[in-house]
């Protein structure tokens, strides 16, 4: 069964700092792989979807990129600003039927 | 606008007492599902429907029920609440059960039982 990682657990950085926040998986037969936001007491905002068969998504000051072969994913923030500050979620889809497997996320804070 | 919308938001109730959380989706999307998302466990898929009359049991299906009757609605169903089904509750859909769509989730229920 697909586990989903997020290192780290937290982070907190200075505006204006790029930054990357790491997702792994355990099986490589993923289908593609979604970047969320959740702000507190929030829903789940789709930041990005990268297929299996792409390398990386962008945009706007967001890059994620795909790595099938060994298992991870990464999300770069450039120039973070206060409003980043939230938590982000990977979640990886199988085949068929499967639902999204996510990580348990990284809460993001920027500060000011 | 394209959305998944939950009713309602914010719902305490007593144990046993039934409850129905609605969801529904203006995107003519095909596959929806059911998450709770709990501290330390993240968000775990409760069940899911790949099209109208389908539906299956996800990875925490136990003390739930759900409906798929028409397209847009996927009602999720606590028929006797526990505490333990205490949880933020996503709905989200996606435009068919093939792997290369991407989710839109709804805004979230946030459920008490006590």
């Not at chain 1, 490589?28 to 936001?37: C, D, M, P």
């Not at chain 1, 980043?84 to 996320?105: E, I, Q």
């Not at chain 2, 798929?68 to 205490?86: A, D, H, V």
Request: with cysteine; aromatic share 10%; net charge positive.
């Amino acid at each position: 069964k697909q586990e989903v990682t997020q290192i780290p657990a937290a982070l907190s950085v200075p505006e204006g700092e790029n930054l990357v926040l790491n997702c792994s998986f355990t099986d490589s037969a993923i289908y593609n792989l979604q970047w969320f936001r959740q702000d507190p007491g929030k829903g789940l905002t789709s930041l990005l979807l990268i297929q299996s068969s792409q390398r990386e998504q962008t945009s706007g000051r967001l890059n994620a990129s795909l790595d099938k072969s060994s298992g991870r994913s990464t999300l770069y923030i450039a120039a973070s600003q206060p409003g980043d500050s939230a938590t982000y979620l990977c979640a990886g889809r199988g085949g068929g039927a499967d639902g999204l497997t996510f990580g348990k996320g990284t809460h993001l804070i920027i500060q000011p | 606008e394209a959305q998944v919308t939950q009713n309602p938001r914010y719902l305490i109730t007593v144990t046993g007492k039934k409850l129905t959380v609605t969801c529904s989706q203006n995107m003519n999307h095909e596959y929806m599902s059911w998450y709770r998302q709990d501290p330390g466990l993240g968000l775990r898929q409760i069940y899911y429907s790949m099209n109208v009359e389908v539906t299956d049991k996800g990875d925490v299906p136990e003390g739930y029920k759900v409906s798929r009757k028409e397209k847009r609605n996927f009602p999720l169903i606590l028929e006797s609440p526990s505490p333990n089904q205490t949880s933020l509750y996503f709905c989200a859909s996606s435009l068919s059960g093939g792997a290369y769509y991407g989710y839109t989730f709804g805004s979230g229920t946030r459920l008490t039982v006590v």
